[in-house]
T-cell receptor
Framework: NAGVTQTPKFQVLKTGQSMTLQCAQDMNHNSMYWYRQDPGMGLRLIYYSASEGTTDKGEVPNGYNVSRLNKREFSLRLESAAPSQTSVYFC????????????FGAGSRLTVL | AQTVTQSQPEMSVQEAETVTLSCTYDTSESDYYLFWYKQPPSRQMILVIRQEAYKQQNATENRFSVNFQKAAKSFSLKISDSQLGDAAMYFC??????????FGTGTRLKVLA
């Protein structure tokens, strides 16, 4: 039972490069989320997807795009990375039938030079 | 606007003692959920305990319990018989509405042997 799987776990980019963070869950959850975690700021919502085919902006969406490819997968893309996007990124999915508990992936540490 | 405030950036507790982490929140909704998540050095976010606002009884999970004061909008976490493995960042979170979770900035708990 893998839960939520994120790849890659670590990535170093140069300013202006693009990359995609991949996320997949095997729990048949409808809702999926992308957060970023910065020191002293907790977790901030970038985008979420309530169901396959739908996505909505969160608190800090600028500079990011997302794609809900199917029920299992929810990817986060940085088209032109900036140093301000250096952060730890978490994907999560929600069990809508179990008191709204979020299950998180292990996180991806991204450094933009 | 919904907010979550954790006013203690860092706390320390002696092994086997009890510690209480504070969390206050604000929401205009009458129906909402509150959570405590633990983030050990491994970076994995782990659910500790959850509370539905409509339930007056405080949630308990083994050594972890909450003091939910709805009128005061307070949701503190009590850890009894603290263990070295309890050392982590602890995040308070609010789900108010359908999809958006708001996280506090976290409290780092140190457990002293």
């Amino acid at each position: 039972n893998a839960g939520v799987t994120q790849t890659p776990k670590f990535q170093v980019l140069k300013t202006g490069q693009s990359m995609t963070l991949q996320c997949a869950q095997d729990m048949n959850h409808n809702s999926m989320y992308w957060y970023r975690q910065d020191p002293g700021m907790g977790l901030r919502l970038i985008y979420y997807s309530a169901s396959e085919g739908t996505t909505d902006k969160g608190e800090v969406p600028n500079g990011y795009n997302v794609s809900r490819l199917n029920k299992r997968e929810f990817s986060l893309r940085l088209e032109s990375a900036a140093p301000s996007q250096t952060s730890v990124y978490f994907c999560a999915s929600r069990d809508d039938l179990a008191a709204n508990v979020l299950t998180f992936g292990a996180g991806s540490r991204l450094t933009v030079l | 606007a919904q907010t979550v405030t954790q006013s203690q950036p860092e706390m320390s507790v002696q092994e086997a003692e009890t510690v209480t982490l504070s969390c206050t929140y604000d929401t205009s909704e009458s129906d909402y959920y509150l959570f405590w998540y633990k983030q050990p050095p491994s970076r994995q976010m782990i659910l500790v305990i959850r509370q539905e606002a409509y339930k007056q009884q405080n949630a308990t999970e083994n050594r972890f319990s909450v003091n939910f004061q709805k009128a005061a909008k307070s949701f503190s976490l009590k850890i009894s018989d603290s263990q070295l493995g309890d050392a982590a960042m602890y995040f308070c979170a609010l789900l108010s509405g359908t999809y958006k979770y708001i996280f506090g900035t976290g409290t780092r708990l140190k457990v002293l042997a």
